[in-house]
């Protein structure tokens, strides 16, 4: 992130006071989304499985004041995501916005994807999404309030990766659930989006991971990888009035990425 980024003010005032909830927000692209909402003012509860990762981010955030709370839970288990939905009501009261980034990034090529390996990877990615989306949206249909749910799909939803069978097929479901919701849950003034991130330096600390940041970004258009908080700048349109006549779209946030036929250097 950049320092203009990192001292600019809030650009979705309308988003202060809210409550939101932010799935898989103990590293990477949930913490990028988790950071840019709390500046906007928002109330948050963080969730994933990593419990001391979590909680020690959720500390970070709550030092430098964004009002927050951490739940450990599985979003994958109907059991996970009624504690992270109950965790957000009992704190904050209704929930306004639902950002749904939690996922399994390992997944096997196509001959190799076991029914264990299926199941860690397709079916609980859409789980993920499923299960608490369905405890928000009911929730903001009775409150009668509206909202707005924005899921972290993937490039890999649109472009398939070699090796990423599970995952990129999870991803395209993402898609597809996304445009349904979001027809379903209109009249009752929910709007469901989606980011589709592209290559995210998501581990700028690790040297293992800025090394492979500069061969990568060779094949992406802007020519850099992009930071967990330009994820979160766009989740943060989505899920403000700037945003109010959009609904069951895929944004793009890769660089150009997809946008191109082939990497710099090859024709075909």
Avoid at 78 to 87: C, E, K, L, S, T
Wanted: aromatic share 6%.
């Amino acid at each position: 992130m950049s320092e203009s980024q990192e001292a600019s003010p809030a650009r979705y005032p309308d988003l202060s006071g809210k409550a939101g909830v932010v799935t898989g927000a103990s590293r990477g692209i949930g913490c990028g989304i988790a950071r840019v909402l709390g500046r906007q003012g928002m109330r948050l509860t963080l969730c994933a499985r990593s419990d001391e990762a979590g909680k020690a981010f959720a500390a970070e955030l709550a030092t430098s004041g964004v009002e927050c709370q951490w739940v450990t839970a599985d979003l994958s288990t109907a059991a996970g995501a009624q504690a992270a939905f109950d965790a957000a009501l009992g704190r904050y009261g209704p929930v306004d916005v639902l950002v749904n980034n939690a996922a399994n990034l390992r997944s096997r090529p196509f001959l190799e994807l076991t029914e264990e390996a299926y199941r860690d990877s397709f079916e609980a990615n859409a789980r993920m999404v499923y299960g608490i989306s369905r405890l928000v949206a009911r929730h903001m249909v009775d409150a009668a309030h509206g909202g707005s749910i924005v899921s972290i799909s993937s490039v890999g939803g649109l472009r398939a990766h070699r090796g990423l069978v599970g995952y990129d097929a999870s991803k395209g479901a993402l898609d597809a659930l996304t445009r349904a919701m979001a027809l379903e849950l209109a009249p009752h003034h929910i709007r469901v989006n989606a980011v589709a991130p592209g290559a995210i330096l998501s581990h700028p600390e690790r040297r293992d991971w800025t090394e492979r940041a500069k061969e990568r970004a060779r094949g992406v258009p802007l020519g850099r990888l992009g930071t967990p908080e330009d994820v979160g700048w766009a989740v943060a349109f989505l899920a403000s009035e700037a945003a109010a006549y959009i609904t069951g779209q895929i944004l793009y946030v890769d660089g150009g990425l997809t946008a191109q036929l082939t990497p710099p250097g090859t024709f075909i």
